[in-house]
């Protein structure tokens, strides 16, 4: 599949999942999901500077950003997705949120100057990008000295024991859990995405090369997901 095709094919996927996506998130993911994201979220909180701009890329529907805002009203708060029917719905749950902002983008190309954000993070959508490296390489860019990049994502568990079982389950099992007789093709996207994805230390090593140091990695679920963490220290 050329970038492009992804490109195309992930945005037709999140426009027409929109919707369903955090209902169907809670579902495939046993109701796990919530516990990784408050753990996401509850760290970069901790970590974030008194006053500090925080970056939420590939937002989706905006949990995670709103929950920033919320958690931390000194801070402004900037949500960016491409598709234009997450952001509907990431604007209805910020609606009372003062410091926040949310803004149509491409990943690969933030809108934004170098050094503007104290943090950035990424949850559940750098596997969905067609340019890993370069995502994280302007996250670094308009993070500033001393300030964190933080990933979230799926990966197939590096478990040996554990992948047929994960195989069984997310191939058969989560997409119509996830998105039922009408979207069951869309959630089987989303865990062939998590297939071709690169494994926990390749990411890791994507950070190192963006620029970013003293890179921390925090598994769960036997690796079925992990929090990557580096520093921009330019």
Not at 83 to 90: E, N, V
Not at 129 to 147: F, I, P
């Amino acid at each position: 599949m050329t970038d492009a095709t992804k490109k195309e094919k992930v945005y037709a996927v999140f426009e027409r999942i929109s919707r369903t996506y955090d209902q169907g998130n809670t579902y495939i993911s046993l109701g796990m999901s919530g516990k990784w994201k408050k753990q996401f979220i509850a760290r970069i909180a901790d970590e974030t500077e008194a006053g500090g701009p925080i970056l939420d890329v590939c937002t989706g529907t905006g949990d995670i950003a709103v929950a920033l805002a919320r958690s931390r009203p000194d801070c402004m708060i900037t949500g960016l997705d491409f598709s234009p029917a997450m952001l509907r719905l990431a604007r209805a749950k910020g609606e009372n949120s003062p410091n926040l902002r949310w803004l149509q983008g491409d990943a690969m190309h933030l809108p934004f100057k170098d050094n503007a954000f104290s943090a950035a993070c990424i949850s559940f959508g750098l596997r969905n990008t067609t340019d890993y490296l370069q995502v994280l390489r302007e996250m670094a860019r308009v993070v500033k000295k001393n300030g964190a990049v933080y990933c979230l994502d799926s990966f197939v568990p590096d478990i040996t024991l554990v992948k047929p079982f994960y195989s069984l389950y997310f191939k058969y099992l989560m997409p119509v859990i996830g998105g039922g007789l009408r979207h069951r093709q869309e959630y089987t996207w989303l865990w062939q995405s998590t297939q071709d994805f690169i494994s926990i230390n390749e990411l890791a090593a994507l950070f190192t090369q963006a620029g970013l140091t003293d890179i921390q990695i925090k598994r769960v679920l036997f690796g079925a997901c992990a929090m990557h963490t580096g520093k921009n220290k330019t």
